[in-house]
């Protein structure tokens, strides 16, 4: 993959949100990575457990493939935003030891949410500027990224603290993807 950033104008405009939104995702996946492995560990069902660090591995692999497109772009991660990250990410990741089963998936399901949006935008951009290799991958992280909000808010679907939690916090699960949900 071979991505020249020589421009002018909009064009560097472009590179620069497109450099910052992948480096907030950069940061934002060693969060996420970090809470789902206290998630997983909170876990009591096996099945919910072993999905928890399915979409953990996923945080880390779509970290991996931002640095890379960090590296392409000649950019690097911002030290003092993975420090932040990676201390929220652990401080959540013991919270789902104290928070009960609802909160940690609600919140993972809202992360998601985030996720996705983040991917799509830096898709966007990358497609403004031509960088197809680019808009394949970010793509193809959007999709996971989904299926993460998905599952997670299948979970949540039907729970009671759910109406409350859309009053509070504003994020709905998207329409159900899969079949199971949690019995209350």
Same mark, same amino acid.
């Given at each position: 993959?071979?991505?020249? +950033?020589? &421009?002018?104008? =909009?064009?560097?405009?472009?590179?620069?949100?497109?450099? /910052?939104? *992948?480096?907030?995702?950069?940061? @934002?996946?060693?969060?996420?990575?970090?809470?789902?492995?206290?998630?997983?560990?909170?876990?009591?069902?096996?099945?919910?457990?072993?999905?928890?660090?399915?979409?953990?591995?996923?945080?880390?692999?779509?970290?991996?493939? +931002?640095? &890379?497109?960090? =590296?392409?772009?000649?950019?690097?991660?911002?030290?003092? /935003?993975? *420090?932040?990250?990676?201390?929220? @990410?652990?401080?959540?990741?013991?919270?789902?030891?104290?928070?009960?089963?609802?909160?940690?998936?609600?919140?993972?399901?809202?992360?998601?949410?985030?996720?996705?949006?983040?991917?799509?935008?830096?898709?966007?951009?990358?497609?403004?500027?031509?960088? =197809?290799?680019?808009?394949?991958?970010?793509?193809?992280?959007?999709?996971?990224?989904?299926?993460?909000?998905?599952?997670?808010?299948?979970?949540?679907?039907?729970?009671?603290?759910?109406?409350?939690?859309?009053?509070?916090?504003?994020?709905?699960?998207?329409?159900?993807?899969?079949?199971?949900?949690?019995?209350?």
């Amino acid at each position: 993959m071979v991505f020249h +950033v020589v &421009m002018a104008g =909009d064009e560097q405009e472009f590179t620069d949100a497109l450099i /910052r939104i *992948l480096q907030d995702a950069h940061a @934002g996946e060693l969060a996420a990575a970090y809470a789902y492995r206290g998630h997983a560990r909170s876990l009591r069902q096996p099945d919910e457990k072993s999905e928890v660090l399915r979409i953990e591995e996923a945080e880390w692999h779509h970290r991996n493939m +931002v640095a &890379m497109l960090l =590296d392409v772009l000649g950019a690097r991660p911002r030290r003092r /935003r993975e *420090l932040l990250m990676g201390s929220i @990410g652990r401080f959540f990741g013991t919270l789902c030891f104290v928070g009960g089963w609802f909160g940690p998936m609600y919140a993972a399901g809202r992360l998601e949410a985030t996720n996705v949006g983040q991917y799509e935008s830096a898709r966007d951009i990358a497609d403004k500027l031509g960088w =197809d290799a680019a808009v394949a991958r970010l793509e193809e992280m959007t999709i996971e990224e989904d299926r993460h909000e998905k599952w997670f808010g299948d979970r949540c679907r039907g729970h009671w603290m759910l109406p409350f939690a859309v009053r509070m916090f504003g994020w709905q699960p998207p329409p159900a993807a899969y079949s199971a949900t949690r019995p209350e």
